[in-house]
């Protein structure tokens, strides 16, 4: 424990942090513990969807497409919720 110096701490401390963001990115952002499904073959897939689709987060983040994961899920959320009002305004008159 003596050799373990601070720079070798903050080396693990990344490495642990980049563990953590993956798995909140993935869990999170991909969904992968949402499924409605009980076979083997259907979990397996779905959680391979998923792993593909962080594959493309992290492929458009390192490209600088997005700048960061939670910016797509942001984007594509507030794309949708505006076509859903635009579409559905002539029958929302009791809202403000």
Known sequence: MQAFTRSDFENL????YGIEA???ILKQV???EHFHVRTQVAIRNHIFCALCGYIQLETARVKGVIA???EFQ???FLEIIGKFIREHI???VFVN
């Open 90 to 92: 002539d029958q929302m």
């Open 68 to 70: 960061n994961h939670y």
């Open 13 to 16: 401390h990344n490495q642990h």
């Open 74 to 76: 942001r984007t594509l």
């Open 22 to 24: 993956y798995h909140r």
């Open 30 to 32: 991909c969904n992968v």
